[in-house]
């Protein structure tokens, strides 16, 4: 089914014909992204309005950026998105496996299988699935969790930045690990990106605490301040000045100075009174005048200012102080702790690390040109969303479509126990999830259906870890691929297969509401009354 100007026909229509054309626009859709799939899968250039160009290997990024206006196309581009947000891994293979359920069901309809029976069979399946999965799943060692999130950045990177980022990401996701309400928690939004054009990205690296980009206020304020004591002012410490468009009759020169006067006297207020709160870091929004400097320097407080509001929301949650918007308004309460603050270069840019009881992490994103370094930031993103994952559950499957081909071995074999038409639907189920393996096998440049048959032979004989065996994509043979480091996470896999159910039984269903329409049977008695009464509305 090559029908892709279908997506942008989006007349309505009915019955069998609406599957049809709903299943032509999956099937368009999952060709759009299909081939990105895996380490060998290819990059997509994307162009944009304004002519910008993107290269991506992501499919979610591919789906999102296509306007694709059809309504079943974007019910799995939403499958994709969802897939993002909760498991920020799989979300070609979930639209892949989607269209594929979508293409087998379609097989059957024509057999003259009800879509509703279908969905009831995927239904069943899906449940089935989910539960042989668990199963398939081992606890990972720490090292499987690190090679878990390097596969999960198969085709972003070179095999040396991928490895390099999976250690980053693991170690800053330990990093801000922390317990909330007897609960393991692992929050990436507490990792912050600093970017840093020089070095190459394998020399990326992972700091304990907050990095800004900042300089000190006053080069000749303390470089490093242990224990610190920290206040967060959300405003500046500078005079307020007359504004020019006040009518101001008395611009005495002895009344403009009265008034600096006061301004200076309110500004040394200020500072006294963090003097008060042993305060000896500061970090403001807005400016410090030349004249309050020399006042923080003799109160022993480093100093920064310009620190955009949401660092100081980073800053808060790492020293546990709280934003006030006027120095003098700081209480005891808001001071935070630092136990280091240190004002230091990384290459030949001054930055300021702040370390704090209160977790944070920053990964300092390294390479040859802008261009790299947004790249490998945008990798670690992927790669800091997965190993969160694999913190909180540190269940692996081994990946290649190893799993999924034992997955679908397993669900033949109970299909063949559920009686009726439902039987057929789960085989069809089975079926798509091997398009995983063959999908890959195709990126690859190998046969699919020979790849396919290989692996499934080599499972058959393979025994208790039959499903760790899986296609080495380099040389084609099939063979344990847990041991050649290609594992993926139970909270990445699941999701797709969930997703994807869900996505492919909507269309279905669909379809399911005009079908019934279509062959609503009046009968003729109740038909002849209907008609009568038109009858008679005409001649009135
Ligand atoms: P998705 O958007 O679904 O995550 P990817 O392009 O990241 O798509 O591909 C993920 C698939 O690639 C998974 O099935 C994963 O197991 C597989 N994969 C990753 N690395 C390898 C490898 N070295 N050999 C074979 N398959 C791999
Ligand atoms: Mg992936």
């Known amino acids: 089914m090559s029908e892709a100007p279908l997506l942008e026909d989006t007349d309505r229509t009915s019955g069998r014909t609406a599957l049809r054309k709903n299943i032509a626009a999956a099937m368009a859709l999952s060709g759009a992204v299909r081939s990105t799939l895996g380490p060998k899968g290819l990059d997509k250039l ?9 290269v991506t ?16 196309a974007r019910m799995l581009i939403d499958a994709s998105s969802a897939q993002d947000r909760t498991a920020r891994d799989g979300t070609t293979s979930a639209v892949v496996i989607a269209a594929e359920l979508l293409r087998n069901a379609w097989h059957l309809v024509v057999e003259g299988v009800h879509p509703s029976t279908i969905v009831r069979g995927y239904r069943r399946a899906e449940i089935e699935a989910l539960t042989i999965l668990d199963g398939l799943a081992i606890e990972g060692t720490d090292h499987d969790l690190v090679t878990a999130v390097r596969s999960s950045l198969a085709g972003k990177a070179s095999t040396a930045v991928q490895a390099r980022l999976a250690v980053l990401a693991m170690e800053a996701a330990l990093a801000v690990e922390r317990e909330v309400d007897g609960k393991m928690d692992v929050d990436p ?3 912050s990106t600093i970017m ?8 990326s690296e992972v700091v304990n605490g907050l990095v800004l980009a900042k300089r000190l206020a006053n080069p000749s304020m303390a470089k490093v301040v242990n224990n610190g004591r920290i206040v967060l002012v959300d405003g500046g410490l500078e005079r307020r000045g007359v504004r020019s468009d006040v009518s101001f009759q008395a611009t005495t020169p002895e009344v403009l100075n009265a008034l600096r006067r006061r301004e200076n006297e309110r500004l040394m207020e200020e500072v006294a009174h963090l003097s008060s709160l042993g305060t000896n870091v500061l970090a403001v929004s807005g400016a410090i005048d030349d004249e309050v400097h020399r006042a923080l320097m003799d109160a022993g407080i480093q100093a920064f200012r310009r620190v955009p509001a949401s660092d100081l929301d980073l800053l808060a949650l790492a020293t546990g102080a709280r ?11 808001d001071v935070g702790h630092a136990i280091e603050s240190r004002s230091h270069l990384i290459g ?10 209160g977790v944070a992490a920053t990964f300092i994103a390294r390479g040859s040109s802008d261009h790299v370094v947004e790249e490998t930031s945008r990798c670690f993103d992927d790669a800091v969303g997965v190993a969160a994952q694999v913190r909180l559950d540190r ?14 071995r397993h669900l033949r074999r109970r299909a063949e126990a559920t009686p009726g038409r439902e039987q ?11 398009s995983i393996p063959r999908a890959l096998a195709e990126n690859a440049g190998l046969d699919p259906i020979d790849a396919l048959l290989d692996v499934t032979a080599a499972q058959a004989d393979g025994g208790a870890d039959a499903h760790r065996i899986g296609l080495d994509l380099s040389d084609g043979t099939p063979k344990d691929l847990g041991a050649i480091g290609v594992l993926e996470p139970l909270s990445v896999v699941r999701p797709t297969i969930h997703g994807a159910t869900e996505a492919a039984c909507a269309v279905l269903r669909i379809d399911d509401v005009l079908w019934a329409r279509l062959e609503a049977q009046i009968p003729d008695d109740i038909q002849a009354q209907l008609d009568a009464m038109g009858e008679r509305d005409a001649e009135a």
């Open 395 to 408: 269940r692996v499957l081994v990946g290649g479509g190893a799993a999924h081909v034992a997955l679908a």
């Open 348 to 357: 030949d840019l001054h930055h300021w690390t702040v370390r704090g009881e």
């Open 189 to 191: 939004t507490r990792i």
């Open 57 to 72: 290997n992501d499919g979610v990024t591919v789906l999102e950026t296509a306007r694709v206006e059809h309504p079943v």
């Open 323 to 333: 934003v006030v918007l006027r120095a003098d308004q700081a209480a005891a309460a």
């Open 196 to 203: 840093a054009v020089g070095r190459p990205a394998t020399e």
């Open 424 to 434: 057929l639907a789960m085989e069809a189920y089975a079926d798509a999830l091997e």
């Open 46 to 54: 994307l162009l944009d309005d304004e002519g910008r160009t993107l």
